[in-house]
């Protein structure tokens, strides 16, 4: 990047809506703790705070209908949820120690999920373009009615409830509203390499594989069991890609790779930890000189709950977006761009006596001290809708020329 731009890289930021903060002990689905009201945020981070396990009123709540059926003398039908036979890893398990509180998303907050017991889960959320259709069950009524057709059914196996070390198992609302952000600007992902930090159960990457053109996502996460499920997620959705090649599962797999990435390391893409036996999700030297040669976005969804976690991710967003492109990068002048989301969340502080969004607060702080980040909010009241969801009316976006 060009001494004349000081070293300041780019950071827009996509803002969510705002969300209830953690309380302090565990919490029930239904808990009636916390308010919900979306607020601006700097940077694109719209990191859904896991610590706040989403207890907000059901004016918020309704985001995805999963059509969900829990195996437990439930039919299981082709559009509905299975519970799957398979429990949390140790470290994903909501039934740990009752020291540990337990963290519920709200997209899984619905009366027809059922009972809520930290296994494995499966959903499809609608993504795309969608259209009107009439709906012929209501063919009877006088007034027409209308349902809305998405191009893609998007399958993904998830965790109900977790602790917050595992939240990466949930899915957040913070993926919804970036999948609609970088759809947007879809024209200037096609042949790019992208790279996603806290990537979760992979639903954003693999929306965006399925709506974008870009060539590559790196794919990443710090715990293996979580990039264990986010492989198998995008080996199951690899029916969906459109493509003339007569593989299109290889294609598609290809496109998204899961690698590990912790924040806590020094340089997490250092090619000596490239080692003659690489673990599975290890980076490759190819890998690694790929991004740094071409590797333009960035992007993540609700990542900021922890504020030693975010302390993490800013020094990584310095590395990575101050890392230079080669000369001969269209972008070498402007330098990487990164795009993050979040759901601010608030609860009552006793150290401040007032209702407050305390980690998206310490990031937004944290934010405007970095001397190598430049961030603003982008304003996204008049973004369309790529996925099924409800977003809050109050959302607003921020960004950082």
Same mark, same amino acid.
């Given at each position: 990047?060009?001494?004349?731009?000081?070293?300041?890289?780019?950071?827009?930021?996509?803002?969510?809506?705002?969300?209830?903060?953690?309380?302090?002990?565990?919490? %029930?689905?239904?808990?009636?703790?916390?308010?919900?009201?979306?607020?601006?945020?700097?940077?694109?981070?719209?990191?859904?705070?896991?610590?706040?396990?989403?207890?907000?009123?059901?004016?918020?709540?309704?985001?995805?209908?999963?059509?969900?059926?829990?195996?437990?003398?439930?039919?299981?039908?082709?559009?509905?949820?299975?519970?799957?036979?398979?429990?949390?890893?140790?470290?994903?398990?909501?039934?740990?120690?009752?020291?540990?509180?337990?963290?519920?998303?709200?997209?899984?907050?619905?009366?027809?999920?059922?009972?809520?017991?930290? %296994?494995?889960?499966?959903?499809?959320?609608? =993504?795309?373009?969608?259209?009107?259709?009439?709906?012929?069950?209501?063919?009877?009524?006088?007034?027409?009615?209308?349902?809305?057709?998405?191009?893609?059914?998007?399958?993904?196996?998830?965790?109900?409830?977790?602790?917050?070390?595992?939240?990466?198992?949930? @899915? !957040?609302?913070?993926?919804?509203?970036?999948?609609? !952000?970088?759809?947007?600007?879809?024209?200037?992902?096609?042949?790019?390499?992208?790279?996603?930090?806290?990537?979760?159960?992979?639903?954003?990457?693999?929306?965006?594989?399925?709506?974008?053109? @870009?060539? %590559?996502?790196?794919?990443?996460?710090?715990?293996?069991?979580?990039?264990?499920?986010?492989? &198998?997620?995008?080996?199951?959705?690899?029916?969906?890609?459109?493509?003339?090649?007569?593989?299109?599962?290889?294609?598609?797999?290809?496109?998204?790779?899961?690698?590990?990435?912790?924040?806590?390391?020094?340089?997490?893409?250092?090619?000596?930890?490239?080692?003659?036996?690489?673990?599975?999700?290890?980076?490759?030297?190819?890998?690694?000189?790929?991004?740094?040669?071409?590797?333009?976005?960035?992007?993540?969804?609700?990542?900021?709950?922890?504020?030693?976690?975010?302390?993490?991710?800013? &020094?990584?967003?310095?590395?990575?977006?101050?890392?230079?492109?080669?000369?001969?990068?269209?972008?070498?002048?402007?330098? &990487?761009?990164?795009?993050?989301?979040?759901?601010?969340?608030?609860?009552?502080?006793?150290?401040?006596?007032? @209702?407050?969004?305390?980690?998206?607060?310490?990031? @937004?702080?944290?934010?405007?001290?970095?001397?190598? =980040?430049?961030?603003?909010?982008?304003?996204?009241?008049?973004?369309?809708?790529?996925?099924?969801?409800?977003?809050?009316?109050?959302?607003?976006?921020?960004?950082?020329?």
């Amino acid at each position: 990047m060009s001494t004349s731009h000081r070293h300041t890289s780019q950071l827009k930021d996509v803002l969510e809506d705002e969300q209830c903060e953690r309380p302090s002990k565990r919490l %029930r689905a239904d808990s009636p703790l916390g308010m919900s009201s979306t607020a601006s945020l700097p940077l694109s981070n719209q990191f859904s705070d896991p610590a706040s396990s989403r207890t907000c009123s059901d004016q918020n709540q309704k985001i995805i209908r999963n059509n969900l059926d829990i195996e437990d003398g439930g039919s299981d039908n082709n559009n509905n949820l299975s519970l799957e036979d398979e429990s949390l890893k140790d470290g994903d398990s909501s039934q740990g120690d009752d020291e540990d509180d337990i963290v519920l998303s709200e997209v899984h907050i619905d009366p027809i999920n059922g009972r809520v017991d930290g %296994r494995w889960m499966v959903s499809l959320f609608q =993504i795309g373009k969608a259209v009107e259709r009439h709906d012929k069950r209501h063919l009877a009524n006088t007034e027409e009615q209308f349902e809305m057709s998405w191009e893609y059914a998007v399958e993904i196996r998830h965790a109900m409830g977790t602790t917050l070390k595992s939240v990466g198992s949930q @899915v !957040w609302m913070g993926s919804f509203l970036l999948v609609d !952000w970088m759809s947007s600007i879809k024209d200037q992902l096609n042949g790019s390499v992208a790279f996603e930090l806290g990537a979760g159960t992979g639903l954003t990457s693999i929306a965006l594989s399925l709506l974008t053109g @870009v060539e %590559r996502i790196f794919c990443t996460d710090y715990d293996t069991d979580v990039l264990l499920n986010c492989e &198998r997620n995008v080996i199951n959705n690899s029916h969906l890609v459109k493509t003339s090649e007569s593989d299109g599962s290889t294609f598609f797999n290809n496109r998204i790779l899961p690698r590990t990435y912790n924040w806590l390391m020094d340089d997490p893409m250092d090619s000596s930890s490239c080692t003659s036996t690489p673990e599975r999700f290890d980076w490759s030297k190819e890998e690694i000189e790929q991004w740094r040669s071409r590797g333009t976005f960035i992007f993540a969804a609700d990542v900021v709950y922890d504020d030693s976690l975010t302390d993490a991710l800013i &020094r990584c967003l310095e590395k990575l977006l101050l890392d230079p492109l080669p000369k001969d990068h269209p972008r070498h002048d402007i330098g &990487r761009i990164a795009y993050l989301t979040m759901e601010k969340r608030y609860n009552f502080s006793l150290d401040e006596l007032d @209702v407050v969004a305390q980690a998206h607060d310490y990031f @937004v702080k944290k934010m405007s001290q970095s001397n190598m =980040i430049e961030a603003q909010r982008i304003d996204c009241t008049e973004l369309d809708h790529y996925c099924d969801y409800k977003r809050s009316k109050d959302l607003v976006r921020k960004q950082a020329e």
